[in-house]
């Protein structure tokens, strides 16, 4: 069976009356990668700061590798590294300088330069291991800020946001040093993009007003949010008509029309149901009516979307979920 390294339990954190992280629970295993997912202030920053024993919480129960991170804060910060949102660089000195600082700061007990230089092997920053940190690029400074988490070597590694203000090249750069790097840690990473997840995790947990909406597989994530298919469609004809014609078609769930873009074409979106392929019906209906079919394609669902489904399916189950909490006699921890 897989160890559990992270076991979250009935966590609530409150600012005054505002729960920023209301009554969530879960458990990481070894060696897995999630991603937690959500919007600007669902709770990812704070659920991850209590995990790294960086912020108190309200109520509940942390574990990391079995040990409660209250009673073992020592042993726990050991066996986590981190990088928040905003890496703690000195910009003022140079790489060497700085991971020698941290290694300083984590006690660490390596061989110092073979531990420091194993390290700028893997996030790749051995050419600048010279350079002050101020004249890196974004992404090179992003990677010293993932080298700093990795020093001491911990088994778990945190990571919030670390992709965000990184151009497309250093985005695929930094995913694939945290795939390389989930081949022997266990990773959460935040993000509120959610092809970063798909890119690189194993499973999702989807957080909403400081709720898990979801908790799921990357690969089930798509089929538990699909839902109806929608697919856009550019049509010639009247748009009255046409959508008459589109309303008919077996399997149609709805059709609107969502803007016209030269003189004679309109884009339509069309939703139909679950499992129903509606192309080939579509094209004979328009056809039949004379109706010409310009362009078809499917249409994503966004991040709005799933979360939209995700959020409004689960609307039920939040609220009995809340008497649970005021119930429990959990560990308060002061501010
Ligand atoms: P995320 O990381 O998902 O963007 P955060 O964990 O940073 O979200 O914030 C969750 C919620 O808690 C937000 O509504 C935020 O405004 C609130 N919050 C965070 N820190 C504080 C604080 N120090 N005082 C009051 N509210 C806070």
Known sequence: MQTQMIHIDHLVKRYGSKYAVNDISFTVGEGEIVGFLGPNGAGKST???????????????????????IDYAYEVKKM????????????DMT??????????????????????MEICEVVRIADVYKRVIGHLSKGYRQRVGIAQALVGNPKILILDEPTIGLDPRQ???????????????????????????????????????????????????????????????????????????LRAITGVVSAEAVGQ??????????????????????????????????????VGMGLEDVFLSLVDAKEPATKSRRKTVS????TEVKE
Not at 81 to 89: F, I, N, R, S
Request: glycine letters at 6%; one cysteine or more.
């Open 95 to 116: 790489v060497e300088d700085y991971l020698n600082f941290v290694y300083d700061l984590k006690k660490c007990t390596f061989n110092r330069k073979k531990h420091l």
């Open 171 to 245: 985005i695929v750069e930094v995913r694939n040093l945290i795939r390389t790097l989930g081949l022997d840690h266990t990773i959460i990473l935040s993000t509120h993009i959610l092809s970063e997840v798909q890119a690189v995790c194993d499973r999702v947990i989807i957080i909403s007003r400081g709720k898990i909406v979801a908790d799921k597989r990357t690969e089930d994530i798509a089929t538990a949010v699909e839902g109806n298919r929608r697919i856009s469609a550019k049509i010639c004809g009247p748009q009255k008509e046409v959508l008459q014609t």
């Open 47 to 69: 659920t991850m700061n209590i995990i790294t024993g960086y912020l108190s919480y309200t109520s509940g129960t942390v574990e990391v590798g079995g040990l409660d991170i």
């Open 261 to 298: 873009h030269d003189a004679d074409s309109i884009t339509y979106i069309i939703e139909s149901q679950q499992g129903v392929d509606i192309r080939k019906p579509l094209f004979s209906a328009l056809a039949k009516s004379n109706y010409p079919l310009i362009g078809l394609e499917p």
């Open 327 to 330: 119930r429990r006699s959990s």
């Open 80 to 91: 986590i590294g981190y990088l928040p949102e905003q890496p703690p660089l000195y910009n």
